[in-house]
């Protein structure tokens, strides 16, 4: 097995390759203020076909599927050896950072390159996956590249309208080099029991890691969560001198259910289980809402999120006795309408463990902690691949132009990357 500093140095090594590439995303889709790669855009493709330059430069092989992800293939010595894959996505938000997902791409590739020059002949196939269309920003879907890759994004999906555009999921992907009808098919470019490990790369969007001055955090879990766009309060419309005892205020009681809510929440936040609560939007209907009038109607959206399975049935059940105890009370009724919910992303605890391992050897400061974020990894572990996923530290937040992750400490993150590589395939 190669000795881990000697391979950290040699991905120290690749500093000049990673600030070349970041410079070349940020030249290829800047936009006079930030970043902007719209999913299935002309800019994204600039990027994603600037990087596949850069991979057959480094003697990877360069493949497309056909939801237009990129893969950059090191071929291993076994090649029926299932494949270690490392990717995140290279669409951003508008007026986004240059390094939210790009970083785990770059991570990706500057990995493979200090393992080749290290020496190690991997077992089995090494593959950089630059992923299309994470960000739910454009089409309101999530993991649209990662989902479509696996066979998993449902073909209603498709017919989704970018926000900008107007147009459909299917012509954006077909004028970006897909095939929408495979998609549509059900058809799975990547077989889940031919991948060993997915790993992704990504900046922390929360202040944790740049608060507590640690480089690296090692996630432990991507949230699941339930949501219901539409909940209803229903009571009774009254005249605004109706004593206490004869209201069902639908206000009260929806207020009533926010704040138990929230109590709910920091009563049941525990390190390593993170979880939130968000009512994002709450009110009286404007038409019919007055002064002079207890409030009949309440409409609010909910999202409930937790990386704990159990965590998430169990709060789901707590929303409904609390919503049930209210209605009693109060002489209201709740409808919740329509629900729509995505799993927790677990991450595989023994590639956490390697992780942690990799960066003890190293001497890199790392600590655990949950993901409050959505990433492609979810999509993954979904399929039933073991997940690992690290954080680099980075100020300012994301989804911004002013995302500040520090090349160094990229460099530590991908180090301890390419140290749980090798030492699972480097013998
Ligand atoms: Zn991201």
Redesign the pocket.
Known sequence: MVETARLAACVRAERDRAETLFETMRSLSFDGIGITRPAYSAAESRVHEALAHEARALGLEVTRDFAANTYMTRRGRDPLRPAILIG??LDSVRQGGNF??AAGVVGGLIALAALDAAGVRPDCDLTVMGVRA??SAWFNVSYIGSRAALGRLPAEALTARRVDTGRDLASHLAEAGGEPGRIAAGEAFLDPTRIRAFLEL?IEQGPLLESEQIPVGIVTGIPGNFRHPDVRVRGEWGHVGLLRDWRRDALLAASEFALALDRLWSERQRPGREMAATIGRFGTDPALHALTKVPGEVAFSLDVRSCVADDLAELEGEVARLARDIAARRGVTFEFGPRTGVPPGPMDPEILGGFERCAVALGIRTRRLGSPAS?DAAAFAAAGIPVGMLFTRNANG?HNPAEAMRMDDLLDATAILAGWIAEQAGR
Do not use: P
């Open positions: 995140s996505h939210d997902g994470e960000e990504h990433h994301s």
